[in-house]
């Protein structure tokens, strides 16, 4: 499979633990991005890469979010002290930056914060 | 105002019909649409993009008003897999692709 992969594809945990989520792109592909959605709206932006560099991060993200995509290959978004307001699908996407960019995104991962 | 914006439907239509969504964008440097589809639990998936000139792929046309700040897509003749939410999505003159609330689409026998 040549797509985005994302693992794991749920997860279940406690509130206040910490979680990691990890993203493998398409291979050409140097832009990966991460989003958030909740039932009934659209994906919302949370931080995107060029390669190695973390280009920009919504204002709305709070500081107990980090990622990083340290050799411009697969990428990874921790959440800390994970709180019920977390639960959300959390989308990966790459695209190869032509002009019109076009998102290809993996199956997400569901997380579920109790 | 946000970026982005869809009427979230429910759009019920029966098999055969046509069936037409909006969506209007708020940053008129916007270059960049496209219409993703995202069934139940999945992910987004590309559709199409939206092009000054309008566009089909089939069934599906896409179509862009700039002076208006908005795009559409019609489907004719829709099918039962056609239901489904659609989503519009921009990238407003930055580097992301911002995304509508989508829109439910079910199409009955």
């Known amino acids: 499979d040549t797509g985005v992969s994302q693992d794991p594809r749920h997860k279940i945990t406690k509130r206040g633990q910490n979680v990691t989520f990890r993203c493998d792109p398409i291979?050409?592909?140097?832009?990966l991005y991460w989003y958030r959605q909740t039932l009934g709206q659209g994906p919302e932006f949370l931080t995107y890469?060029?390669?190695?560099?973390?280009?920009?991060k919504s204002r709305l993200l709070s500081d107990r979010f980090s990622a990083e995509r340290p050799k411009g290959s697969f990428s990874t978004l921790e959440i800390q002290r994970t709180e019920q307001g977390d639960s959300a699908m959390y989308l990966c996407a790459s695209s190869f930056r032509q002009g019109n960019e076009k998102l290809f995104f993996g199956s997400g991962t569901q997380l579920s914060v109790l | 105002r946000k970026e982005v914006e869809q009427d979230p439907g429910p759009f019920n239509v029966p098999e055969g019909a046509t069936v037409a969504f909006n969506c209007t964008y708020s940053?008129?440097?916007?270059?960049?649409f496209f219409w993703y589809r995202q069934d139940c639990r999945k992910e987004p998936k590309l559709l199409m993009s939206v092009y000054s000139s309008g566009n089909e792929d089939g069934r599906f046309t896409a179509q862009l008003n700039r002076a208006s700040q908005y795009i559409s897509l019609l489907i004719r003749d829709s099918k039962l897999s056609d239901s489904a939410t659609y989503l519009c999505a921009v990238i407003p003159g930055f580097q992301k692709l911002v995304f509508g609330t989508g829109t439910r689409l079910l199409v009955s026998p």
């Open positions: 940053n008129s440097a916007s270059q960049s």
């Open positions: 890469f060029q390669n190695e560099a973390q280009l920009e």
């Open positions: 291979s050409e592909h140097n832009r």
